[in-house]
């Protein structure tokens, strides 16, 4: 894994939206989560907005955030592409994890806005527009 952060992304993108707690717990996933997300950014060619990135667990279960949510854990972000249609998302995240270019993780497609998570172990799909 690279050391700092890509050119595109920052740790405050990252930061819990509660506005109460501290830096995320574990920096290093997070760095990693932000290094695939520059080479998502890079495939779908349009800057990516961070929706949710880390999230405390009263914060995640303040907005119905999942029990065992990878949020909690530093593995997510919910992300929307700026100027590209949300399929245009999917199709490069579909294209970089079946490459092997990113983490093949989760991919959670919504209607306007994808989570993508860098979890170990199997990997999840589903689709909830």
């Known amino acids: 894994m690279t050391k700092g952060f890509p050119r595109n992304f920052k740790a405050n993108e990252f930061r819990c939206r509660c506005g109460q707690c501290s830096n995320p717990p574990h920096p ?19 800057p990516l907005k ?14 119905g955030g999942a029990s065992k949510s990878k949020h909690v854990q530093c593995w997510a972000a919910d992300i929307k592409p700026v100027g590209k249609s ?6 490069a995240i579909e294209t970089l994890r079946t490459t092997g270019k990113i983490p093949a993780g989760g991919l959670g497609k919504y209607r306007s806005w994808a989570h993508y998570d860098i979890r170990p172990g199997q990997p999840a799909d589903w689709d909830k527009r």
Do not use: K, M, P
């Not at 999230?55 to 303040?62: G, K």
């Not at 949300?86 to 199709?91: Q, V």
């Open 28 to 46: 290093d996933r997070i760095r990693h989560l932000a290094w695939a997300l520059q080479a998502i950014r890079d495939e779908v060619g349009c």
């Open 50 to 63: 961070i929706t949710s990135g880390y999230r405390c667990e009263d914060h995640n279960r303040a907005i």
């Open 86 to 91: 949300i399929d245009d998302l999917f199709d």
